[in-house]
């Protein structure tokens, strides 16, 4: 006998098989292995036999039998006994006949250590049908379901059809060892069970090994007191782990009594060596059946494993395969033209669908796009930031990411499992996956418990409302698990589209390699050309200036002529020193150095109201701040935007230029107003083209190389220009330097 | 035997052709003697400078065949009887690089050729003025 006492606190250390008392439904003898003498009784013996059960201990078996069965052969017992030895157990000999008082009972023989252990226990029991034939038409019916849910609510269905309990439910036992209700199958007017989860601690370790060692457990009627089994073996109480009379834990009892149940029984679902559930039943009145019909119920409970078994497996196969379909699209669609961020988030198939998740976040190039279930984007920011500054290696991943980081408890709902995959060394390219927390995705349709008496200990209160709040309390924050193989997916889908982004980047470097070398190869020829240009062009002027000044013989016409050529080669000289000067920008290296303005300016000004000679300037400079930039370049901007600016406005009366510069934050903007003929607006696209000039300006001289020498030196500093403008009535040349 | 008073050495025919008619007009009793590369060049200075008579003027092309303007301009420093004669590059480019890499090889000056007869004999009067009247001592 053990004092042990139970509570809460210590459930999970009581030591449930080897409680020392048996269910008073039946009485229990156990002997020796070797010498068949009686090592443990129950005390409820007396109620089959007269005298204490104390008086046996001892004693052989051979003494018990003639007072216990009259009516049987002498030695039965001992021979049955013999035979189970032999055979090293005793599955032929279970379960044995034997008449007790009138009534028939079984004899269930099971081994305890060095002992082995007769139980007695009744045959009778309400249960009139052949239960063979009904299992093997239960079989086939529960294996006829398509998927595992189905087969599930068949064996819920055809159990109770046999054994005929008020409620058959199955457990499944998920991740962390949680329990839920899976399928049910129950009288009307109870209450129902189906999805309801409790905690791993509902069912505690020594249970589950104790299971899954004993396939069934049968507890006849709660209200009954078990009956101590004694001994003169002190300290050595009989491991009742095969037994079937074996007493259950007193909290398990009270939590049937809560819950208004009478009697229960259950059976182990195996799968893979492992616990994979139980078939529990609840009777809400005292109920018994007997060996035959739970041996019956075994059967089927195993062969319901093993179909388990394999339709899990299919399931877990089809689900891993669903998983790699999609990771393959994806694959496919990143060896394509197309940008990462389509390949990964457009179309049927997303990134999301290679893993099990609700949503997903992809951070690329700055831009967050997201599908499914998400945080807003604002918080995605937030964990991308936690991400960065955490993430050890390119995977990340937990299911109770809430936490592990306060913060993201606001966004439970959405994000309490991250799988995170880091794309650039740097983490600022992130695909996030997102699972949401379990409670969310369970509700449970479960009626409130009835008001109980509250006790300190809590045990007045266990009932399965207890249990879902317990378990909710457990899961907050967290989600479903990642899998092995999800996590297994995302990493390849990491490599093929790191190795996307490298071989797209690769494309562009040898494109910009490419385009480089033209550049290079233009600016070359471009030099070379005009210089080779300038030689000859420079004869034809010469000689014919020559011949205009030294050559007597020359009448009016041909002095004409001759003047005309030499307009002609002047002319192309201008042009070949503009596209000289416009190559030059090209391959010049860029001298930056503080300029002051106001003298290139006025400078500038000077120059060019000489060259141009115009009357009626009006010319206003306002101030002219400092600003960077290579001196050459920049005079020359500054130089070809006034010189057009006071050309093109020559023939307004008078002309008005302004020229002005303004600090504006990070930048310095210069602009140069005239009053002259202005851009018609369908040519604003082509007014920095080379050689390009408008109809308007045919009488104006210019070589259409000016701006693009400008745009040029423009781009080389990283600078921006733009322009306002009106055909007859003005033009705003507007540049924008970089403050250093 | 006489030297020249311009030695020019200059690889463009037309050019040369020009030049020679503009020196004309500007002083019409100034000899040039025109020389196409820098070798025949050397060869006519070392001939010249054998015979103790140089020129009053030297004026190079840059960009001449095989040897160039500034490797010539070297080799005629190393000529003892030629060092006092002012040498002036006469040259289409205006690069700011080439005019220093001239002064530092011991030109005397450097001038972009101007562009048109007239342009040329405008120039070439400043030169003579310089060259030929106000610094007579220098010679």
């Known amino acids: 006998m053990n004092n042990y006492q139970v509570d809460l606190t210590n459930c999970d250390k009581e030591p449930i098989h080897i409680p020392g008392k048996v269910q008073s439904h039946g009485f229990l003898v156990a002997v020796d292995a070797k010498t068949f003498d009686i090592t443990y009784i129950s005390q409820n013996i007396a109620e089959f036999i007269d005298g204490d059960a104390k008086n046996w201990l001892g004693k052989n078996i051979k003494d018990l039998e003639p007072v216990l069965l009259p009516n049987a052969p002498t030695t039965q017992l001992s021979q049955l006994l013999n035979l189970g030895a032999g055979n090293k157990n005793f599955d032929s000999v279970n379960p044995f006949n034997v008449e007790l008082n009138g009534e028939a009972y079984y004899i269930v023989l099971t081994p305890s250590g060095s002992n082995i252990i007769l139980e007695f226990e009744p045959t009778d029991s309400d249960l009139s049908l052949d239960v063979q034939k009904a299992i093997g038409r239960s079989v086939s019916e529960i294996l006829t379901g398509k998927n595992l849910t189905a087969i599930l609510k068949n064996a819920a269905k055809e159990i109770k059809k046999i054994i005929q309990y008020d409620r058959v439910m199955i457990y499944r036992f998920n991740e962390d060892e949680h329990g839920e209700v899976v399928a049910e199958v129950k009288n009307d007017d109870l209450e129902p069970f189906m999805g309801l989860h409790y905690p791993a601690s509902d069912i505690p370790k020594q249970a589950r090994q104790l299971y899954k060692l004993n396939l069934t457990r049968i507890i006849a009627d709660v209200n009954t007191d078990a009956s101590p089994i004694i001994t003169f073996e002190e300290g050595q109480p009989l491991d009742l782990t095969h037994s079937v009379l074996r007493a259950v834990s007193p909290i398990h009892i009270q939590y049937l009594k809560n819950m208004g149940v009478g009697s229960s029984f259950s059976i182990s679902l195996m799968a893979h060596g492992e616990l994979w559930g139980l078939v529990a039943c609840h009777n809400y009145s005292p109920r018994f059946i007997n060996y035959k019909a739970r041996e019956a119920a075994k059967l089927v409970g195993q062969i319901l494993s093993s179909a388990l078994e394999y339709r899990q497996d299919e399931e877990d196969t089809e689900q891993l395969n669903i998983l790699n379909a999609a990771a393959g699209e994806i694959s496919t669609r990143l060896k394509t033209d197309i940008t990462i961020a389509e390949a990964l988030t457009k179309g049927k198939t997303t990134v999301k669908d290679i893993t099990m998740s609700a949503g997903v976040a992809v951070i690329l190039d700055g831009a967050i796009t997201t599908i499914g279930q998400t945080p807003d984007q604002e918080q995605i920011k937030e964990v991308a930031i936690w991400l960065q500054s955490n993430m050890a290696d390119s995977i990340y991943y937990t299911h109770r990411f809430p936490e592990i980081f306060g913060p993201a408890k606001a966004y439970s709902e959405n994000a309490s499992g991250i799988l995170a995959c880091a794309l650039s060394k740097d983490l600022s390219e992130l695909i996030i996956w997102f699972k949401p927390e379990q409670i969310t995705s369970i509700s449970w349709a479960g009626n409130p418990e009835k008001p109980a008496e509250p006790c300190e200990d809590g045990i007045m209160q266990l009932s399965p409302r207890k249990s879902f709040e317990t378990w909710e309390q457990i899961v907050k924050n967290t989600s479903s698990r990642w899998t092995n193989e999800e996590v297994t997916t995302v990493v390849k889908i990491r490599e093929e589209v790191i190795y996307a982004v490298n071989r797209r980047a690769n494309e562009i470097k040898l494109l910009n390699e490419r385009l480089q070398l033209a550049y290079e190869e233009l600016d070359t020829f471009s030099y070379t050309i005009s210089h080779d240009l300038r030689t000859p062009l420079s004869s034809v002027k010469s000689y014919s200036e020559f011949l205009l000044a030294t050559n007597k013989s020359l009448d009016d016409q041909a002095k004409s002529i001759l003047g005309k050529i030499v307009g002609g080669a002047d002319k192309m000289n201008m042009l070949i020193k503009e596209i000289l000067n416009y190559s030059r920008v090209g391959r010049a290296d860029i001298a930056f150095d503080k300029i002051a303005m106001t003298a290139m300016v006025s400078e500038i000004t000077k120059e060019v109201i000489s060259a141009l000679k115009s009357e009626n300037l009006q010319l206003k400079i306002g101030d002219t701040p400092n600003i960077y930039g290579d001196r050459t370049m920049i005079m020359q901007v500054f130089t070809n935007l006034i010189n057009n600016a006071v050309k093109y406005s020559s023939k307004s009366n008078p002309s008005i230029v302004e020229i002005s510069g303004k600090v504006d934050g990070q930048e310095t903007v210069y602009s140069i107003s005239d009053n002259g003929v202005g851009i018609d607006v369908n040519y604003f696209s082509r007014v920095f083209e080379l050689f390009k000039r408008m109809d308007n300006v045919q009488d104006y001289e210019g070589t259409g190389v000016g701006l693009a020498i400008v745009k040029r030196i423009i781009e080389k500093h990283q600078a921006r220009i733009w322009f306002e403008s009106k055909l007859g009535v003005g033009t705003i040349f507007y540049i924008s330097f970089k403050n250093l | ?139």
């Open chain 2, 1 to 139: 035997m006489s030297a020249p008073d311009i030695f020019y050495v200059e690889d463009d025919t037309d050019f040369a052709f020009i030049m020679q008619h503009a020196i004309q007009e500007v002083k019409n009793d100034l000899s040039v003697s025109v020389m196409g590369n820098g070798k025949d060049a050397l060869d006519a200075l070392n001939e010249l400078s054998s015979e103790r008579v140089r020129p009053r003027l030297i004026m190079l092309d840059l960009n001449l065949p095989g040897m160039s303007g500034h490797e010539l301009l070297k080799k005629i420093r190393e000529i003892p009887f030629l060092k006092s004669v002012p040498v002036v590059f006469f040259s289409t480019s205006d690069n700011p690089k080439d005019v220093r890499a001239s002064l530092e090889f011991g030109a005397n000056a450097y001038l972009t050729k101007p562009s048109g007869y007239l342009n040329l004999v405008s120039c070439l009067s400043s030169l003579h003025d310089f060259w030929f009247t106000k610094h007579v001592s220098v010679n």
